[in-house]
């Protein structure tokens, strides 16, 4: 299934000589155009997403073919640099009181 999604990143044939190739490509097509609008209602956008949270993680294409694969992975690129700066504030808030006791304790 990952081979296939990487295959259809790439892939930008309409006549493709897989099956499944234009089957996913219609899948994510859909997910594009679907009117639903609500996440979770639709089950072809369901199967969409599942499919794209698969293949996003292992995606290594700049220039991937795949809709929402390139805001799935700045989503998170995003979160991850969220984590990071969080987790260097809370770093620094320890080092600054740490700092402040030191220099507390020697006045
Ligand atoms: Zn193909
Ligand atoms: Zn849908
Ligand atoms: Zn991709």
Same mark, same amino acid.
């Given at each position: 299934m990952v081979d296939l999604l990487a295959h259809v990143s790439q892939c930008c044939s #309409? !006549? +493709?000589?897989?099956p499944n190739c234009l089957k996913v490509n219609w899948l994510f097509q859909h997910g594009t155009e679907? @009117? $639903? =609008? !609500?996440? =979770?209602?639709c089950v072809l956008c369901k199967k969409m997403w599942y499919l794209l949270q698969l293949h996003a993680p292992s +995606? @290594? /294409? $700049? /220039? +991937? !073919?795949? #809709?929402?694969c390139r805001d799935l992975k700045e989503h998170s690129r995003r979160l991850q640099q969220d984590t990071d700066a969080r987790h260097r504030a809370a770093v620094e808030e320890i080092l600054r009181k740490r700092a402040a006791d030191i220099a507390g304790n020697s006045g």
């Open positions: #309409p !006549h +493709c000589q897989y679907c @009117k $639903t =609008g !609500h996440f =979770g209602v +995606c @290594k /294409e $700049t /220039e +991937c !073919h795949i #809709p929402r």
